[in-house]
């Protein structure tokens, strides 16, 4: 089992940045290797892909919504995946999930997924 908890969500003005961290921790978490990714949800709207990044750090996808504007990283040191957003505009606005699961490649789809967080509250006014 591996348990996610977020945090670094809030109230931003559009324009402005928040920094989302996700550790990780579990009794198998270093038996493995892990990808990881940010998905959100706005009232009313499914779940979205938002970000991605592999087991090692080196290859990372993104959302065009996001592109440009938000960075994932991670620091297997810490078992903690960041997402960085910038420039943030009020259809940012959602709960903002971690998830990851066992897997070398990167993953971008919520069913690739074993294990998610409980999610963290991103509001942009505008």
């Known amino acids: 089992q591996v348990q996610l908890v977020e945090s670094g969500g809030g109230l931003v003005q559009a324009g402005g940045s928040l920094r989302l961290s996700c550790a990780a921790s579990g009794r198998f978490l270093s038996s493995y290797s892990y990808a990881m990714g940010w998905f959100r949800q706005a009232p009313g709207k499914e779940r979205e892909f938002v970000a991605a990044?592999?087991?090692?750090?080196?290859?990372?996808f993104y959302a065009d919504s996001v592109k440009g504007r938000f960075a994932i990283s991670r620091d297997n040191a810490k078992n903690t995946v960041y997402l960085q957003m910038n420039s943030l505009k009020p259809e940012d606005t959602a709960v903002y999930y971690c998830?990851?699961?066992?897997?070398?490649?990167?993953?971008?789809?919520?069913?690739?997924?074993?294990?998610w967080g409980q999610g963290t509250q991103v509001t942009v006014s505008s």
């Open positions: 998830a990851t699961s066992a897997s070398r490649q990167l993953l971008i789809t919520p069913h690739e997924y074993d294990y």
């Open positions: 990044i592999d087991w090692i750090g080196i290859s990372t």
